[in-house]
């Protein structure tokens, strides 16, 4: 049987940057002085990556899932800005608001830094969406410790309401079909 999966990348667009959003949750953060590297290479090399986004048919409104700073480019500087007439490559995915959080922790943590209180903030939030521990590690590639950690600096009791981190528990989500990341 043929795979008929075909990568978002085969099918870039180009979206007007007016109709592109960032999303609430980037907790990817880009210093100063790489932002302008980033605008010289887009300058001399042109955009050789496009950003992921999740189109919302309804509003025909695309909302970033990574490539935040290549966005701003394009808005901020009126030389690329012209050169590209106001239009940023974009691949799309199709995924609830939940996964396109991991598709962006996966997207950053392989290339960049997090301030910490965003990536907490993603913990409560997908905690709140009632993903599992588990589904956490597993999806945007972070340990229990790190977990724990995170979730020790939101403060919130409801996070820890699950019986994966209480005392005496040796439940490690064996329920769950991603536990074998403990």
């Known amino acids: 049987m043929e795979n008929d999966y075909k990568s978002p990348v085969y099918g870039i667009r180009a979206v007007p940057v007016e109709k592109i959003v960032a999303n609430s949750y980037n907790p990817n953060v880009v210093a100063p002085p790489e932002m302008k590297l980033l605008e010289l290479s887009i300058w001399e090399d042109?955009?050789?990556?496009?950003?992921?986004?999740?189109?919302?048919?309804?509003?025909?409104?695309?909302?970033?899932?990574?490539?935040?700073?290549?966005?701003?480019?394009?808005?901020?500087?009126?030389?690329?800005?012209?050169?590209?007439?106001?239009?940023?490559?974009?691949?799309?995915?199709?995924?609830?608001?939940?996964?396109?959080?991991?598709?962006?922790?996966?997207?950053?943590?392989?290339?960049?830094?997090?301030?910490?209180?965003?990536?907490?903030?993603?913990?409560?939030?997908?905690?709140?969406?009632?993903?599992s521990d588990a589904w956490i590690m597993r999806n945007i590639g972070m340990d229990r410790d790190e977990l724990l950690r995170l979730k020790q600096i939101t403060g919130i009791a409801d996070l820890f309401a699950n019986r994966e981190f209480s005392l005496g528990s040796n439940n490690c989500g064996e329920n769950d079909p991603g536990s074998d990341v403990y």
């Not at 990574?66 to 009126?78: A, F």
Request: with cysteine; charged share 30%; aromatic share 6%.
């Open 46 to 131: 042109g955009y050789t990556m496009p950003c992921v986004c999740y189109h919302d048919k309804e509003n025909d409104r695309y909302e970033l899932v990574d490539g935040y700073h290549r966005y701003m480019v394009l808005k901020t500087s009126k030389r690329i800005y012209e050169r590209e007439k106001g239009l940023l490559p974009v691949t799309v995915i199709d995924k609830d608001i939940s996964n396109r959080m991991a598709s962006t922790i996966r997207h950053n943590r392989a290339r960049g830094t997090h301030k910490v209180e965003l990536m907490s903030e993603i913990v409560a939030e997908l905690t709140k969406a009632n993903m």
